[in-house]
């Protein structure tokens, strides 16, 4: 029996959280069952997630499976960065340094700001009136 060998790992970004799945084959990529270009629809978000598999010398070494859950376009595409620099980190730790100092690694804290009470928005206020 032929052992299928899995590495998964959490990426998450804004509020966009993405799964990565990837195992050795032949660079096919999907997400949330499509392929991966169809669904990352600009260019910069394709090329930044790309990184990572070129950084590590492993562009048609893995097929890659991610589901991707909230946020926008942008926010997805960092949070599967971050799964896949995870995932590619626990196939081979040699990887490490090179995703670390491309900061693939890092998690982009920016969030979106909570709205305050009384306000009309997280900075935007209601107009003052004196009398």
């Avoid at 998964?8 to 050795?24: C, D, E, L």
């Avoid at 598999?53 to 991610?66: E, G, I, P, Q, Y």
């Avoid at 589901?67 to 490490?96: C, I, P, Y």
Wanted: proline fraction near 4%; hydrophobic fraction near 35%; aromatic fraction near 6%.
């Amino acid at each position: 029996m032929v052992e299928i060998v899995k590495y998964g790992a959490t990426g998450r970004r804004k509020s966009a959280v993405a799964r990565v799945s990837i195992t050795p084959g032949t660079g096919k990529i999907t997400v949330n069952k499509r392929p991966f270009e169809e669904y990352f629809s600009r260019e910069t978000d394709r090329i930044s997630i790309l990184e990572t598999l070129k950084l590590t010398h492993a562009l048609n070494k893995f097929d890659v499976t991610v589901k991707v859950t909230g946020g926008g376009s942008t926010g997805q595409a960092g949070a599967f960065r971050m799964g896949l620099a995870r995932a590619l980190t626990l196939f081979d730790q040699e990887n490490k340094p090179a995703l670390k100092k491309a900061d693939c690694l890092r998690r982009d804290p920016r969030m979106k700001e909570r709205q305050k009470p009384g306000q009309k928005g997280a900075r935007k206020k209601f107009q003052w009136v004196k009398r």
